[in-house]
């Protein structure tokens, strides 16, 4: 199951949590057709949490590596291969906003190492 990237509760239920462009900015996407949105960084938010964080395996990446690990070492490199998928997390994060609102949201990997990063 993939993250939803999403806001699952509070203020801004509902709205997509995005990465704009210049792969440095992420925000809460207000309006589908307007530029209004919040954005997530150090002057935005008073505090964030890790409610939950899911680590599955890819079902694809241990399917890809357990066929060439099965191709070049046999049934030992198929389970080796197969073991070795590459983990996704998913996290519910709560977050506190310097205004006062709070959103809990669900996000994948990409954005809570972005959340981290302009948090901090």
Not at 53 to 81: C, T
């Amino acid at each position: 199951m993939a993250a939803k990237n999403l806001v699952i509760a509070g203020e801004y239920e509902g709205k997509g949590i995005v990465i704009l462009k210049n792969k440095a900015t992420l925000v809460i996407s207000m309006k589908f057709l307007k530029a209004e949105k919040i954005e997530l960084n150090k002057n935005t938010v008073e505090s964030y949490e890790v409610i939950t964080d899911e680590h599955m395996k890819s079902a694809a990446s241990g399917i890809a590596r357990g066929i060439v690990g099965g191709a070049l070492l046999g049934p030992v490199g198929l389970l080796a291969g197969g073991l070795s998928a590459k983990n996704k997390g998913i996290y519910t994060l709560a977050i506190q906003f310097k205004d006062g609102k709070q959103s809990l949201m669900e996000v994948d990997d990409k954005i809570y190492k972005n959340i981290v990063q302009n948090c901090f």
